[in-house]
């Protein structure tokens, strides 16, 4: 999402007719709303399943396991509620927000979606990396808890 979001969403619009650019975008964004919910998805139900095998979690352990529905919750409702406001939009602007007139009540529509849409696409942005470095801390801390006592004095 950053990849495409930080590069591909400029380069799009500095190389591309707005009008192409934002249906190529569109159809880009709808395509990371149905990734990153079955990513997610996937994401919760394994967290869960290795909590299962290792038995008796611990309240962080389920907090880490439920983080990427935060992402599932992002991507659904964009999908669901924000995206089918947004194309509505363009079609009753003839296929162009750009072509509304400047303080056109659609134009500022557009803008508050389109500002809710950026929000959501943070927050799944933000829960999948806060699950990645969560898991970078606690691996590192599994592997010193791990390490034995004869390993770490290596004294003949």
């Given at each position: 999402?950053?990849?495409?979001?930080?590069?591909?969403?400029?380069?799009?619009?500095?190389?591309?007719?707005?009008?192409?650019?934002?249906?190529?975008?569109?159809d880009g964004f709808s395509a990371l709303d149905r990734g990153?919910?079955?990513?997610?998805?996937?994401?919760?139900?394994?967290?869960?399943?290795?909590?299962?095998?290792?038995?008796?979690p611990t309240n962080a352990e389920?907090?880490?396991?439920?983080?990427?529905?935060?992402?599932?919750?992002?991507?659904?409702?964009?999908?669901?509620?924000?995206?089918?406001?947004?194309?509505?939009?363009?079609?009753?602007?003839?296929?162009?927000?750009?072509?509304?007139?400047?303080?056109?009540?659609?134009?500022?529509?557009?803008?508050?979606?389109?500002?809710?849409?950026?929000?959501?696409?943070?927050?799944?942005?933000?829960?999948?990396?806060?699950?990645?470095?969560?898991?970078?801390?606690?691996?590192?801390?599994?592997?010193?808890?791990?390490?034995?006592?004869?390993?770490?004095?290596?004294?003949?």
């Amino acid at each position: 999402m950053l990849a495409f979001g930080g590069l591909f969403v400029p380069a799009a619009f500095a190389h591309l007719p707005t009008q192409l650019a934002a249906s190529l975008l569109a159809d880009g964004f709808s395509a990371l709303d149905r990734g990153g919910v079955l990513l997610g998805a996937t994401c919760v139900a394994l967290g869960f399943a290795d909590l299962r095998r290792r038995g008796r979690p611990t309240n962080a352990e389920r907090l880490r396991a439920l983080l990427p529905l935060a992402g599932v919750f992002a991507h659904v409702t964009n999908a669901i509620a924000i995206t089918p406001q947004i194309h509505a939009l363009r079609v009753a602007a003839g296929g162009a927000i750009g072509q509304l007139a400047a303080g056109d009540p659609e134009l500022a529509q557009f803008a508050s979606l389109h500002s809710a849409s950026r929000a959501l696409f943070a927050l799944a942005t933000a829960s999948a990396l806060l699950a990645g470095a969560w898991d970078v801390f606690t691996l590192r801390a599994h592997a010193e808890a791990r390490a034995s006592r004869d390993t770490e004095s290596s004294e003949f």
